[in-house]
Each structure stands twice: as structure tokens, then as C-alpha cells.
Nanobody, 124 residues
Framework: QVQLVESGGGLVQAGGSLTLSCVVS????????MAWFRQAPGKEREFVAA????????YYTDSLKGRFTISRDNAKNTVYLQMNSLNAEDTAAYYC?????????????????WGQGTQVTVSS
């Protein structure tokens, strides 16, 4: 059984930084593509970033390029999301997701496993 557990969320002032982590249980983590999505109150879940199984290719939603960085450590079964220059619009629940074929997609329906989410709140 594959489980994803996010951590690192919290309250941060505008302009600050946070790093989210997602630990994945399961022997085949290194073959999964991993992604981060977020969902703000009253809004649909949106794609943030994804990384292929090898870590060699990363993808971002255009509006977040340059501020957010996704990375992974296959030895630790962990994927990270470094978030810089945070603003109030980044306030949301952040979810990590795993996709079994190893290819990173921006569509949430492509992902097989999801974490419970971690809340990020940016105060202005």
C-alpha cells in the first residue's frame, strides 16, 4: 500500500519561504512521477509542479516558475517543494501526488496516490 505524508506547511509572512516535504511509503517510489497540487478555499485544485521519476525533468505551472522549485531524493523516498517570495495568493492546502508510470502530467486525474495535504497560510 502506498501512502503519502506531507509536512512543512504553516503560517508565513508575505515574502517569506517554506519548504514542503512529502514522504512516500512503498518500494517503487523511485519509479513514480511526483507532483504538487494546491487548492484554495472555494477554488478548484490546481497543478503546481511535477518531477519525473529520474528527477531529470521538472514542470511548473507558468505563474509559479522562478518562485517554486520541486526536487526529489529517491534514497529518502521524499519529494520537496521549495517556495519563495510567498504572497497571499499562495494560501492553500498543498497536496503531493504520485503517478505510477513515471511520467509527469499536470492533470490531477493522472495521479494514482494522494496525500492528505498540508496547509500553507501567507499573511499579508
Amino acid at each position: 500500500q502506498v501512502q503519502l505524508v506531507e509536512s512543512g506547511g504553516g503560517l508565513v509572512q508575505a515574502g517569506g519561504s517554506l519548504t514542503l516535504s512529502c514522504v512516500v511509503s512503498g518500494r517503487t517510489f523511485s519509479t513514480y512521477a511526483m507532483a504538487w497540487f494546491r487548492q484554495a478555499p472555494g477554488k478548484e485544485r490546481e497543478f503546481v509542479a511535477a518531477i519525473r521519476w529520474s528527477g531529470g525533468r521538472t514542470y511548473y505551472t507558468d505563474s509559479l516558475k522562478g518562485r517554486f522549485t520541486i526536487s526529489r531524493d529517491n534514497a529518502k523516498n521524499t519529494v520537496y517543494l521549495q517556495m519563495n517570495s510567498l504572497n497571499a495568493e499562495d494560501t492553500a492546502a498543498y497536496y503531493c501526488a504520485a503517478e505510477e508510470t513515471g511520467r509527469a502530467f499536470p492533470q490531477s486525474y493522472a495521479y494514482n496516490y494522494w496525500g492528505q495535504g498540508t496547509q500553507v497560510t501567507v499573511s499579508s
